[in-house]
T-cell receptor
Framework: SQELEQSPQSLIVQEGKNLTINCTSSKTLYGLYWYKQKYGEGLIFLMMLQKGGEEKSHEKITAKLDEKKQQSSLHITASQPSHAGIYLCGAPSTSSNTGKLIFGQGTTLQVKP | GAGVSQTPSNKVTEKGKYVELRCDPISGHTALYWYRQSLGQGPEFLIYFQGTGAADDSGLPNDRFFAVRPEGSVSTLKIQRTERGDSAVYLC??????????????FGPGTRLTVL
């Protein structure tokens, strides 16, 4: 079965610093979603990547998809306390075409003011 | 409201009891998903509805779990004879069509289930 591995599992950075979170799949990626979750809340959609080499940005967050490496990265520039939370990558399951997502275990980000 | 809503937000029950969790998807979304998230883990797929029918229930852990979506809108996840291991956050998501690789899934805030 397909698995997504995120690294690091947790991260503490000083406000203003840059950071990168990686998501590696055990199987070919046919798209990759990034979500953010605050404790006790649902998932907030950040970005969807569909093609190898695709890169998308929203405000200070940039995500890239490397199909050959079966990997995606999420980069935050000049981090702020509002960026704190759990970041989850999700990919459409390769075993079905229903759109169900397989998720990584999440990366917990703390930003120190 | 325009988003996915779930009720109750919290549910505490005793081992062996029956519980129902409700999901109101975004109006017009034909695809509805249920996921379960344990502490420190990512969400795990439970069941997928396309319209009224359960198109994929391969994620349901056992026959104590059942879900319905009788009119193709609101869905109810039902858990019989709850066990302590069922404690988790149950997330519902909806999508315009459910096609793989194309549609964002919009998530609700979840229901936190605690089985004592």
């Amino acid at each position: 079965s397909q698995e997504l591995e995120q690294s690091p599992q947790s991260l503490i950075v000083q406000e203003g610093k840059n950071l990168t979170i990686n998501c590696t799949s055990s199987k070919t990626l046919y798209g990759l979603y990034w979500y953010k979750q605050k404790y006790g809340e649902g998932l907030i959609f950040l970005m969807m990547l569909q093609k190898g080499g695709e890169e998308k940005s929203h405000e200070k967050i940039t995500a890239k998809l490397d199909e050959k490496k079966q990997q995606s990265s999420l980069h935050i520039t000049a981090s702020q306390p509002s960026h704190a939370g759990i970041y989850l990558c999700g990919a459409p399951s390769t075993s079905s075409n229903t759109g169900k997502l397989i998720f990584g275990q999440g990366t917990t980000l703390q930003v120190k003011p | 409201g325009a988003g996915v809503s779930q009720t109750p937000s919290n549910k505490v029950t005793e081992k062996g009891k029956y519980v129902e969790l409700r999901c109101d998807p975004i109006s017009g979304h034909t695809a509805l998903y249920w996921y379960r998230q344990s502490l420190g883990q990512g969400p795990e797929f439970l069941i997928y509805f396309q319209g009224t029918g359960a198109a994929d229930d391969s994620g349901l852990p056992n026959d104590r779990f059942f879900a319905v979506r009788p009119e193709g809108s609101v869905s109810t996840l039902k858990i019989q004879r709850t066990e302590r291991g069922d404690s988790a956050v149950y997330l519902c998501a909806s999508s315009p069509s459910g096609l793989a690789g194309g549609n964002e899934q919009f998530f609700g805030p979840g229901t936190r289930l605690t089985v004592l």
